[in-house]
T-cell receptor
Framework: DAMVIQNPRYQVTQFGKPVTLSCSQTLNHNVMYWYQQKSSQAPKLLFHYYDKDFNNEADTPDNFQSRRPNTSFCFLDIRSPGLGDAAMYLC??????????????FGDGTRLSIL | SQQGEEDPQALSIQEGENATMNCSYKTSINNLQWYRQNSGRGLVHLILIRSNEREKHSGRLRVTLDTSKKSSSLLITASRAADTASYFCVAAGNKLTFGGGTRVLVKP
């Protein structure tokens, strides 16, 4: 009964070659988040969708984009991956009234490697 | 700032002992949340404490919150090997602020 599903679990791409990571949820939550987590560090919030409203963090590089075509799916696009983008990417969802930040449900992540 | 502070950064204890970790943050909050992350997995929500609460329990977990000191603590009692994980606090104010995490090793 997986609730936040990230595919694939492992992704390898080449330096500079665009890559898309996907996340789906069966919880019907209105908020979806994307995080980048590097080894032994805390997750770093990249952006989140409040319903269809996209909220970018100020320090998220332009190289990172996102799409949310419907409630259930959200995608992370990395336009030109660099070696520094190798990381675990985590998707999370929550059911929020704006600004209340309720508990998040996380997927198990996609580990991205750059060759 | 993306990160608040957590201490210790790492903690090694024997099974059956208690584990305590602390979190500090800088802004006013609506709530503070604690999460566990097992190696190679996503985070799992453990407990949420609201800004008007001072203490909360859930099973073997006890969380305290001192908004005057902008700090929180998580106590895991009677630890088990399965509690081995990283633990993160998340301060939820006008934005989410993660602590740096505490890596807990529970030795059988």
């Amino acid at each position: 009964d997986a609730m936040v599903i990230q595919n694939p679990r492992y992704q390898v791409t080449q330096f500079g070659k665009p890559v898309t990571l996907s996340c789906s949820q069966t919880l019907n939550h209105n908020v979806m988040y994307w995080y980048q987590q590097k080894s032994s560090q805390a997750p770093k919030l990249l952006f989140h969708y409040y319903d269809k409203d996209f909220n970018n963090e100020a320090d998220t590089p332009d190289n990172f984009q996102s799409r949310r075509p419907n409630t259930s799916f959200c995608f992370l696009d990395i336009r030109s991956p660099g070696l520094g983008d190798a990381a675990m990417y985590l998707c999370a969802t929550s059911r929020d009234v704006r600004g209340t930040y309720q508990p998040q449900h996380f997927g198990d992540g996609t580990r991205l490697s750059i060759l | 700032s993306q990160q608040g502070e957590e201490d210790p950064q790492a903690l090694s204890i024997q099974e059956g002992e208690n584990a305590t970790m602390n979190c500090s943050y800088k802004t006013s909050i609506n709530n503070l949340q604690w999460y566990r992350q097992n190696s190679g997995r996503g985070l799992v929500h453990l407990i949420l404490i609201r800004s008007n609460e001072r203490e909360k329990h859930s099973g073997r977990l006890r969380v305290t919150l001192d908004t005057s000191k902008k700090s929180s603590s998580l106590l895991i009692t009677a630890s088990r090997a399965a509690d081995t994980a990283s633990y993160f606090c998340v301060a939820a104010g006008n934005k989410l602020t993660f602590g740096g995490g505490t890596r807990v090793l529970v030795k059988p």
